[in-house]
């Protein structure tokens, strides 16, 4: 009789200094399926899977692997069994090719001496590549790619081993819906093969698509395990966070007053151009636009993190010279990046020097040392706060939860009592009912007069939060929507170039 399940994890229990991640956790997969896993962030869906590809020894419980019992020492054993991952977090070698990425540790050798074949590593690539209709060239350099192509090459070097088991931790967290379609089409071939896909997520429509089965953790417990059919939204959700969430997008009438922030032509070449726009105090600007539309670009030469071609910058009718960061931040400028990995955490700092280190001038004393008093004070008060999940303050960042980490980040730059406050992807990998918390936090934070600029690639997140919402299509405005006037339709044909107010005039045909 064929084995049932390729994969039993069984009572499956791991404890960290200070903190139980694990509770006799189970997770049964079956051959030719995608199964979901899903939870809060900090639910332990990242640690279930560590464990399963070797980077975390188990306290205790057992793994059963097509039908044997299974001590899983290390990553290279899990991939020489089988069983690979693509991770949430990005980690390439920029300053080397696509190919050499692909095949790091694997390189086909040549000779006696056991040198590279880097031709027969391009015709490998080339063919893998092109088995996965990725029109890329294998000798192009990583840091070259953007984020969702680095993301689809993450997902070819997975393919590439072959496995069995491939576990998916937010692939499609950079994704174009074009891509997501591709991955969901690369999915479908792999359970044709009878491939096994672990699955983690947050965005409900994916699962509900691409799940056969779901299993649901919560602080660390075993929920349980269903056929995804049983289940919808509002039931998955209440699983995952033990309680009904009422209101994704707590969007609180606030009082707009006048303008704060002015961007005039703001331009880089061969980047964007032109980029014209206004901030209120209290209000929520959204910026939409597909991938590479030249929504991040902008905001990072706002922060002074690219240098402009040309253009003007106004705060409180004041005209403003930003040049760098220490510009921005000295303007009341803070930002949220968009990729929290590369840009935003110091993974090997501590929860309390990465809530500090943007405003540290705070707390040096006139003896030049630093007021560890103080900094303990504000780093627990924003712990409590922003709901974080940690042991300590002391634990280092690397160790939280991606959730966890944004929520850290956000309390950095609080810290630095911002007047304007810019958020690249804020809610990106982050489960709902963090997602319901960011929200009601930006919605707090524009009560209290603050102007924000939202990035986000999710268009319920963009309409439900956004006051008005400003589209971008290959580096050009196209559109500024108010938000009575707004729809995903409406967003969408700015956002493909389909439909742009003439000549960049946009007080002209009543967008502004």
Known sequence: MAQQYILEMRDITKVFPGVKALDNVKLCVKPGTVHSLMGENGA???????????????TDGTIIYKGRKVTIENTNRALNMGISMIHQELSPILHRSIMENIWLGREPIRGPLGLINHRKMYDMTKLLLKDLELDLDPREKMGNLTVAKMQMIEIAKAVSYNSDIVIMDEPTSALTSREVEHLFKIIEELKNQGKAIIYISHKMDEIFRISDEITVLRDGQYIGSYPAEELDQNKLISLMVGRELNEMFPKVKCEVGEVRLEVKNLTVEGVFREVSFTVRRGEILGLAGLVGAGRTEVIETLFGIRNKTSGE????GKKVDINSPKDAIKNKIALLTEDRRHTGIFPMLTVKDNTVIANINKYIKKNRLLNHRLIREDCEEYKRAMRVKTPSIEQKIQNLSGGNQQKVLIARWMLTDPDILILDEPTRGIDVGAKSEIH?????????????????????????????VMVMYEGRMTGIVERGDCDQEIIMKYATGSMSCKGGNFNECGCN
């Open 440 to 468: 009601c936090l930006i919605s707090k934070l524009a009560r209290q007069g603050k102007s924000i600029i939202m990035v986000s690639s999710e268009l319920p997140e963009i309409l439900g939060m956004s006051d008005r």
């Open 44 to 58: 332990g869906k990242s640690t279930l899977m560590k464990i399963l590809i070797g980077i975390h020894p188990p």
């Open 313 to 316: 910058v106004y705060i409180d």
